[in-house]
Structures are given as C-alpha cells and as structure tokens.
C-alpha cells in the first residue's frame, strides 16, 4: 500500500461517544497518522450528516482521495496495514496465531460493546414499548462478554500491568477500554463496580495514556 498518510487529510466521521469510533481515532493516534474529526451526531445532526453519510452510521473514514472507508473493522485493517507499510508493529498482527488470539479477544470486545449500544438503544424506546427481559438478556451477554475478559486478562498478567494477548498493547486492549469507557460513560448503573478489578486497572492505565487522552469520549 502507497504510504501516502503523511501529506494526506484523513477525515473521521462520527462522535466519540461511539465506541466504534473511539477506537477508530486512538489507533490512528497510536500510529502518528493525522486526521480531521467530523463531529456530528448520528441522531441529533442528521441534516448537517447527510450530504457527507446518508448512512447515517459511523466511524467513516474518508480518505485522501475521497474514498469513504466504513465498518471500524475494516478501517483498522486499513489503518494496521499502512502502520506495517510504515515500519510499524501493527495493533492486530498481519498473521499467525497472535493474529487470530488477538482478533479473538477484539470479537469478546465487540461483543460486550455491542450489546451495551443495544441497552443504550432500548433505553431510548418508549417506555411502555421496553421490553425488560430484552434489556436483562443484554446484560447478561455484556457481562459474560466482560467476565471473559477478566479471566483472560488476569491468567496473562493483566494484573501487573500486562495486556490481553501477549507483552503488549494490542487492538484487543483498545477495543476493551473504549467498551468499558462507553459503558461508564452513557449508561454508568450498567457497569458492575468491583466485579471485573483487572478489566478496571488496565482501562486506568490506557485512559491515562497519550492516545487515549487525545481522543476524549464527549468530543
Ligand atoms: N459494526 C459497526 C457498528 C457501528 C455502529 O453501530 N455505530 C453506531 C454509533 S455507536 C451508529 O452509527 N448508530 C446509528 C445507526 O446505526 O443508525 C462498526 O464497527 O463500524
């Protein structure tokens, strides 16, 4: 891939809010590569999104030559692969087993992370349309979601300050702490205080980071 980041406008659509595009932006400021942050609401500034995303769903990640990138997924392989052409250890490694054991923990990550988005998106229902074993059937894959993590978190030294795969910072880690962020942040009687401690120190340590804090969750 042409490393064309270092005179190019990246463009990032979407609030920080959005988990999805949380980590989307830590990783790009993780890898140095410059970007403009669109900030406009899915919901609350839909005029001003159309003409740029009549999607109506974010991150998009617009690239240099216009082409409009979608899905966070795939614009972190995007982004993970100008990272290598660049030199760089890419957050998901490019293949082998740490590949798959990382994008593993990334899908526990997903999993937690999306099932909290749909308890946000249930909470906006009308009352009398909730449905209550819905929202507990949610929860329940959120925290399962987030005891597994615990678990393999702990077992690999999480602890001590390691990380969810191997000896360093991977997506997993990043994925991780912009779910638990999301979770704390729009539905905080939704986050067991106590329940997962290692999950809590290493989302103290990443927030406490440069990257993490460049991307703040109410920009
Ligand atoms: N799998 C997608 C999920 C993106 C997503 O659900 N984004 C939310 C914001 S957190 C959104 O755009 N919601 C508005 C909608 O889907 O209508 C990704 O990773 O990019």
């Known amino acids: 891939m042409a490393d064309t980041a270092s005179s190019s406008r990246y463009q990032l659509l979407g609030l920080y809010d959005s988990p999805f595009t949380r980590r989307v932006a830590i990783t790009m400021t993780h890898y140095g590569i410059a970007f403009e942050h669109l900030s406009l609401s899915v919901f609350r500034e839909m005029d001003a999104m159309r003409p740029l995303n009549p999607l109506f769903k974010v991150p998009m990640l617009t690239l240099a030559d216009g082409e409009k990138l979608y899905e966070s997924a795939y614009q972190l392989d995007y982004l993970d692969e100008l990272a290598a052409d660049r030199g760089l250890t890419p957050?998901?490694?490019r293949s082998g087993p740490l590949r798959r054991q990382v994008l593993q923990a990334t899908a526990l990550a997903l999993v937690a992370t999306e099932k909290a988005v749909a308890i946000a998106y249930e909470g906006q229902r009308p009352s009398e349309l909730q449905w209550p074993d819905w929202r507990s059937r949610?929860?329940?894959?959120?925290?399962?979601?987030?005891a597994m993590l615990e678990q393999q978190l702990a077992a690999s030294g999480g602890a001590g300050g390691g990380f969810l795969v191997g000896e360093r910072l991977t997506q997993a880690d990043i994925s991780t702490v912009v779910g638990i962020a999301f979770v704390r942040y729009v539905l905080p009687h939704e986050w067991p205080a106590g329940d997962y401690p290692t999950l809590e120190a290493l989302a103290a340590r990443l927030e406490a980071s440069d990257a993490f804090i460049a991307v703040p969750i109410n920009e």
């Open 91 to 93: 957050l998901t490694p």
């Open 138 to 146: 949610l929860r329940g894959q959120m925290r399962q979601a987030l």
